[in-house]
């Protein structure tokens, strides 16, 4: 299959409605990361998803809406919660899982009662949305296990030959996924963590969230999850990523004993200097933002430099950094060392 890798404008918009109408899956840019788009409400749209991606059928995938008109069907109702959470935080980057409504195909949420929703802030997923009328199901547009693309071009790397159109939309605001969060309960809970953090839910909703703790600990696989995309390999280049915990010195010490010609240190911006190994940067260390802007991009360009062994710097775990911390453990496999 030829794949078509065109900037937004009428006529590719058009395509792209026209595609998903047919049934097919587009490559569409999202503030948080790229999608592989396709309606949610069609079982054979859902399995090329899968194929695509090459993505276990136990994980579910969120819908994307453009207005609250579109819930009907969707869920089958509204939690009180996450009424407030929309109100405060769509469109945006933040997906709420709620009962399942009677139109979303059950390959969508891969046989659960549950589905996860959101309402993408994105100009193009917007147009695209309310032109086509479809609420379309998204996972971010990587093969299943690599990073998350944050530009069409790394789609393309990835989805060339399997779906027939990427439209480009430039590089991700966000750059890491939408924060997951469960209403299905009386406390709310966070299944993955992004730039929507607990304490910005928590001061609308005025209780506690809780985040669920496979955000920072390693699931078994066996092991029952909330949220099934946590127990998968994810984000990983194809070097080993080690995460190193403690200050710029101990690092710079350590790396510079323990590399070879393949080794590079992926480091926080300004501290490449300390190194004697080659270096990627992603963002100032006080910038969880512009960190989550660039992680994945970070470690798509490791592999384009052909790394062997990727050690990391830490990031923090508190607020936006939360998520870059997650999407980078998950990278490295849990792998951290303590200096
Ligand atoms: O920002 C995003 O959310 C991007 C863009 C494209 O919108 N999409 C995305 O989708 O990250 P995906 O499929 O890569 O990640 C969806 C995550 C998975 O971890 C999945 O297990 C979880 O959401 N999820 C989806 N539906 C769920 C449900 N009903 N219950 C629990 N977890 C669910
Ligand atoms: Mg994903």
Known sequence: METKLLKPNEESIRLACKLLKQGEVVGVPTETVYGLAGDATKPEAIKKIYQAKGRPADNPLIVHISNTNMLDGIVKFVPEDAKILMQNFWPGPLTIIMPKGDRVCDATCAGLDSVGVRMPSNKIAHEIIEKSGIAFA????????????????DVFADMNGKIPL???????????????????????????????????MESVLNKPVQIARAITEEVKSDEKVLSPGMKYK????????????????????????HSDDDTFALVFDGEEKFLNVKAITFGHHENANEQAHKLFSALRELDKLHAKKVYARCPDTTGVALAVYNRLIRSAGFKIIEL
């Open 138 to 153: 998204a996972p971010s547009a990587n093969t299943s296990g690599k990073p998350s693309p944050t530009n069409a071009g």
């Open 166 to 200: 990427i439209i480009d939309g430039g590089d991700s605001d966000a750059g890491v996924e939408s924060t997951v969060v469960s209403v299905l309960q009386n406390t709310p809970i966070i299944l993955r963590p992004g730039v929507i953090t607990k304490e910005m």
């Open 234 to 257: 994810h984000y990983a280049p194809n070097a080993e990523v080690v995460i190193l915990k403690g200050t710029i010195d101990k690092f710079a010490k350590y790396v510079n004993k």
